[in-house]
């Protein structure tokens, strides 16, 4: 019967949001750079939550990010403690691969694991896309990023 047909295909629906938010920005690439305004355009329903945008125009020095989802930034108000004892937002890391994407024009996935001030520990998931206004130059930086929060109070 058909119904086996549709079993297989919603077992095979994407359930990492990093995963979702890049095969999306690469349909949308097709080959090139797209840029912000093509980016808005996308039906990414309610990822739309986890993603950002960094304008590199206004980024001097640190990303001047100009969307932020809701989901991302209730994250981003939890604080991390790196391995040399720095303080820092959640958001951090999501801009501490910026540059990477930019000098290689190319998605950038990366995965943390920090400490909380708390003693409780996030697991960070991120992914970066360059983005171009005049099909040459990256202009932005589209992305999306989720985290798990683990220890006593979040259990």
């Known amino acids: ?18 995963q979702r938010v890049r095969r999306t920005w690469s349909e949308c690439a097709d080959g090139r750079l797209p ?29 001047y990010f100009i969307y932020i989802g809701e989901d991302l930034a209730r994250l981003s108000e939890v604080y991390f403690t790196g391995a040399n004892g720095r303080h820092g937002a959640v958001i951090d890391l999501v801009a501490a691969r910026i540059e990477e994407a930019v ?4 998605a950038v996935s990366h995965d943390e694991q920090a ?8 697991a960070f998931r991120c992914v970066l896309l360059p983005l171009s206004n005049n099909g ?3 202009s932005h930086v589209f992305g999306a990023a989720n985290g798990k929060l683990t220890g006593a109070q979040y259990s």
Request: glycine share 10%; hydrophobic share 40%; proline share 3%.
């Open 115 to 122: 400490a909380l001030g708390d003693g409780g520990r996030i």
């Open 35 to 63: 840029s912000w305004d093509d980016v808005q355009a996308l039906d990414i329903g309610d990822d739309w939550r986890s993603c950002f945008a960094v304008d590199l125009a206004l980024s001097d020095p640190d990303p």
């Open 103 to 106: 000098i290689t024009r190319r």
């Open 1 to 18: 019967m058909q119904s086996g047909v549709l079993e297989r295909a919603a077992g095979l629906a994407e359930r990492r949001l990093t």
């Open 136 to 138: 040459r130059d990256v």
